[in-house]
Nanobody, 121 residues
Framework: QLQLVESGGGLVQPGGSLRLSCVAP????????IGWFRQAPGKEREGISC???????NYADSLKGRFTISRDNAKNTVLLQMNSLRPEDTAIYYC???????????????WGQGTQVTVSS
């Protein structure tokens, strides 16, 4: 069982930046594709970005240019850099693991507990 832990969330003003981290304590993310998802109150879970084990990336069209996913296998970490944040980015952000980057979150077998991101002045 792969345990994932997100960190880096918090309160930020509109236009600000945050960097989220996803780690697997005691295990390796090598071999997994890692996706980032978010869920705002009253809304469905939304896929943000995914990075394959080989480093290929994809993004939700609405977020391209503001969010960047990367992975550091040496540090066993996947990062999500979020810039130019907007109030509508407020949500709980989750990382999840699968054997490849599926478009459907259903196929991601392992999930973290999430980290809250609030964008407000």
């Amino acid at each position: 069982q792969l345990q994932l832990v997100e960190s880096g969330g918090g309160l930020v003003q509109p236009g600000g930046s945050l960097r989220l981290s996803c780690v697997a304590p005691g295990a390796t993310l090598d071999g997994y594709a890692i996706g980032w998802f978010r869920q705002a109150p009253g809304k469905e879970r939304e896929g943000i970005s995914c990075i394959s084990n080989s480093g290929s990336t994809n993004y939700a069209d609405s977020l391209k240019g503001r969010f960047t996913i990367s992975r550091d296998n040496a540090k066993n970490t996947v990062l999500l850099q979020m810039n130019s944040l907007r109030p509508e980015d407020t949500a709980i952000y989750y990382c999840a693991a699968a054997w490849k980057c599926f478009s459907n979150s259903y196929y991601f077998s392992y999930w973290g507990q999430g980290t809250q991101v609030t964008v407000s002045s």
